[in-house]
């Protein structure tokens, strides 16, 4: 890793924190989509291993600033889901390239990050804690369909904001 992208890699990162704080509260709609949408930009625009580091470290920030789940047990199983996200969408847009066939790539990296939280977080984890039946639904909609819909917003804001990045920064 290069100079460069550390720099970035950091500077993404703080711009999470401060996203997360400033976000929290106005839902997980909003904090959520802006989280996404950090972590697609530092995948496609500062590489994949930029994107991996800032999708493992969101959840652990998040977690520290009282956003989100109150229990640490599920903060690993966050940053996977969130690794999942930008692995794939940096995978899958290299393949599908520019518009509109890089909206291919945000949908199934979206759906997959859904699904790996889905399953993982509220069909494995939840029912094995002995928790509450109200705190486990409440927990198991937020890791629901609302999940698909941040990180489908994230993916495609940051296809309109990397090409600009990139311009700015003369990258292509």
């Known amino acids: 890793m290069n100079t460069k992208v550390i720099t970035r890699t950091s500077i993404l990162i703080a711009l999470l924190v401060a996203l997360q704080y400033a976000t929290a509260s106005l839902g997980q709609l909003v904090t959520g989509s802006c989280v996404n949408l950090v972590l697609a930009v530092a995948a496609l625009f500062s590489g994949l291993w930029s994107g991996v580091i800032v999708a493992a470290i969101s959840p652990f ?3 520290l600033l009282g956003i989100g789940p109150k229990l640490i047990l599920l903060v690993p199983f966050i940053a996977l889901g969130n690794v999942v996200y930008v692995l794939l969408l940096s995978l899958l847009f290299k393949r599908f390239g520019k518009l509109p066939q890089s909206l291919l790539a945000v949908a199934c990296a979206a759906v997959c990050k859904f699904l790996t939280l889905y399953l993982v977080i509220v069909k494995l984890v939840l029912p094995t804690l002995g928790l509450p039946e109200k705190q486990v ?36």
């Not at 609302?146 to 917003?153: G, M, N």
């Open 61 to 63: 920030f998040a977690f």
């Open 137 to 172: 639904s409440v927990m198991s909609a937020s890791f629901s369909w609302p999940q698909l819909v941040t990180a489908t917003i994230g993916g495609v804001l940051a296809l309109l904001i990397v090409p600009q990045l990139k311009k700015a920064f003369k990258e292509q």
